[in-house]
Every structure is written in C-alpha cells, then in structure tokens.
C-alpha cells in the first residue's frame, strides 16, 4: 500500500480497503500511524524554523513593551513618579513671593517659572513628609498642568522620564505613609529602588485643596 492510501482506498477515498472493514477507521491502521509519526519526526524546516523564532521573539518583545511614561523625581528623602503627559516642564526653583492670610503648610506662594506666575507648593510638605531638617531648599519645580492650570511643586531633584509597564505596578504596602495613600497608585522598582506612582487626579484634588 501507498504511504497516502487512505486517500486514495480508505475512508477518504473510495473506502475499497480489505483492512477497513476490521479496523473501521483509518486511524487504527499501522500504515496511517506509521505514516503520522513519520510525519512529526521530520526534520523542521530552516525557514519555517527562522519564522517561528522571529515570531516568539516578536511577542516577547511587544509584552515588555512600556505602555506608560513617567516623570521620576525626588523629594523629601523620597522617590516619586507621575504621567509625564501632566507635566508641562521642570525648571529650576525661582523666587517664591509669599501671600498674607495663607496658612496650608504646602501652599508657599506664588512664583514665576519661564516668564509664568503660578501657584508653588511643597510637594513633601503636600504629601505629608516630615522635614528632614537638612535646612536645604529644594532646587527644583516641576510645573503641572491640570485642565490648564499650571502649578508648581518644589522637589529636592529629577532623574528623568522613563518608560513603564503597568502590570509591573505593586499595590501599596499597608506600611505606606497614610497621608500618601490616597494619591498613590502602588509601587514601581526601578533599577534598585522603589518608587511611589502618584495618582495625577487625586494629586489635582489635593492641591486644589491646599490653594484653599
């Protein structure tokens, strides 16, 4: 019998088989088996082989991928991030020229950064950081803006944007600072340190309430 006889005398084909009648199906028959293991003990084929590497590979890639993007700064002895697409700019810290009959501990006053008057507020001091009593001023603003408007936040310093993953994200430790909890989104490690993703929205509501 042919290597293909099923096709031709068995069930797929005219079913004229001596064998068929017994066996009832192909499939219990020597010859179809021996046929189908010879079929997967075959050598792959070096292109197919090429385009199945290629195409794993492909898929790694696009699940590492980082689908957010970060503004990753410092302040208070801590480390933060939030959606860069909330950040209009970071500049250094300018003058901040204090308002009478202010009294949130965050709200600092008003300050130019690039030619615009806005809002400043100490992010530690929003966030409920307690002074580390090092008597140094933060040397930056990172200026936010929410449905257009521009505030300012004092950080300590800036190391960048940097591209995440949000399935890389850890819920919030029960440990968190509770003053932190509400504006944070969870935890991200990022290279040997974690740091705090900042809930862009509920950061917003926070100042609008320190701005009174």
Known sequence: ??????????????????????????????????AARGLLDRPIDGAY?????????SRAEEAARPDRVVLVFGAGGEWFAI?????????????????PHRTDPAFLGLTAVRGELMPCLSLASLLGI??????????????LAEQDVATALLVDSARGVEGVRRSDTRPAPDTIRQTLRPVSEGLHLMGDRDVTLLDRVALA????????
């Not at 096709?7 to 064998?19: L, T, Y």
């Not at 082989?49 to 590979?57: K, Q």
């Open 205 to 212: 509501e926070r100042i609008r309430g320190a701005l009174g």
């Open 49 to 57: 082989l090429t385009w199945l590497t290629e195409s794993v590979a």
């Open 130 to 143: 307690p002074a580390d009593g090092s008597g140094v001023a933060p040397g930056l603003a990172v200026v």
């Open 1 to 34: 019998m042919t290597a293909a006889c099923w096709r031709e005398i068995g069930v797929w084909g005219d079913r004229m088989c001596p064998q068929l009648p017994p066996l009832v199906h192909c499939s219990n028959c020597p010859v179809f088996v021996d």
């Open 83 to 99: 959606d860069a697409v909330a950040v209009r700019t970071v500049a250094l810290a300018g003058t901040v020229r204090r308002l």
